[in-house]
């Protein structure tokens, strides 16, 4: 488990709803892969997947436009349909025709809607418990989309509090202290405050409703990658997920929570390194 604090995005790109800031790893002639994030995280969950891969490829990650260092600002559009925009357009920015795209959570709405909406070509897509499949969206996730401009107005320390319980609860293994303090202190700047209640606010199942019925259409490589204790999306949705995509590998990782990065780094970055070799589809399970 990776603890360092030393992951940085050392670049910007001024997107459409924001600042977003993102770094590459690895050799600039390699096969390029892009890594998307999920809620309420940052690419720092990315940080140790990344690295490993970067040996054989050109590793892109950022954070999305609201999330970890990139901008949070009133009134932004942090919204799914935003964010496969600006997914687009930073592909189009890094100069990416056909890049891998891994993406985690909510992360995996992202990049196939800028695949299935936006026209995003991608050489093979795999995504870690994501958010693809209705109904989604726990009781308390809806609570507080419902009531953000309330609990936007918890005293510092009650804020922190439960976003440290929220962050917490990804993990089946536990988080270290350091991983979790990392995950949770963008969230409790005087912008982060506000920017953890508006991403809930402005995020609901219509942006997946709107893609799911085509999920038939994915004519690319497809794995799905799914943590075999995760409470907070079932490993049967990723049962359900694989029979609506032509050809999808399913991988379960077990032992692992719905923070696939931070429980089991080393199976999922196994599971990464062979699907993305050219032949990597093509391994029998």
């Not at 892109?60 to 901008?71: F, I, K």
């Not at 949070?72 to 357009?89: E, F, I, K």
């Not at 795209?101 to 991608?122: P, S």
């Amino acid at each position: 488990m990776t603890t360092d604090r030393g992951w940085t995005l050392d670049h910007t790109f001024e997107g459409p709803t924001g600042t977003v800031r993102w770094t590459a790893l690895g050799p600039e002639d390699a096969p390029p892969v892009v890594l998307v994030h999920g809620t309420p995280f940052s690419s720092y969950v990315w940080r140790g997947v990344a690295r490993a891969l970067s040996r054989e490829h050109r590793v892109y990650a950022w954070d999305l436009p609201g999330y970890g260092t990139s901008e949070m600002s009133a009134g932004q559009d942090v919204s799914l349909a935003a964010q496969a925009r600006v997914l687009t357009d930073l592909l189009a920015h890094w100069g990416l025709d056909q890049p891998a795209v891994v993406a985690h959570d909510f992360g995996g709405c992202v990049a196939l809607r800028a695949h299935l909406l936006h026209g995003a070509a991608y050489d093979r897509i795999a995504v870690v418990d994501p958010v693809a499949l209705a109904p989604w969206g726990s009781p308390t996730y809806r609570l507080l989309g419902a009531h953000a401009d309330v609990f936007a107005q918890l005293p510092p320390a009650l804020h922190e509090a439960l976003v440290r319980e929220y962050v917490a609860s990804a993990s089946h293994q536990g988080l270290h202290p350091a991983v979790l303090d990392r995950l949770v202190e963008p969230w409790c700047t005087d912008e982060g405050r506000s920017a953890f209640y508006r991403q809930i606010e402005q995020n609901d199942q219509r942006f997946t409703d709107e893609i799911q019925g085509r999920y038939g259409e994915l004519a690319l490589p497809v794995l799905i990658c799914w943590g075999t204790d995760d409470t907070w999306i079932p490993v049967r949705r990723g049962h359900e997920l694989a029979k609506l995509i032509p050809g999808a590998e399913l991988r379960l990782i077990e032992g692992a929570g719905h923070l696939v990065q931070e429980d089991a780094p080393a199976e999922l970055t196994g599971e990464l390194s062979r699907f993305l070799r050219p032949d990597g589809s093509r391994t029998a399970p």
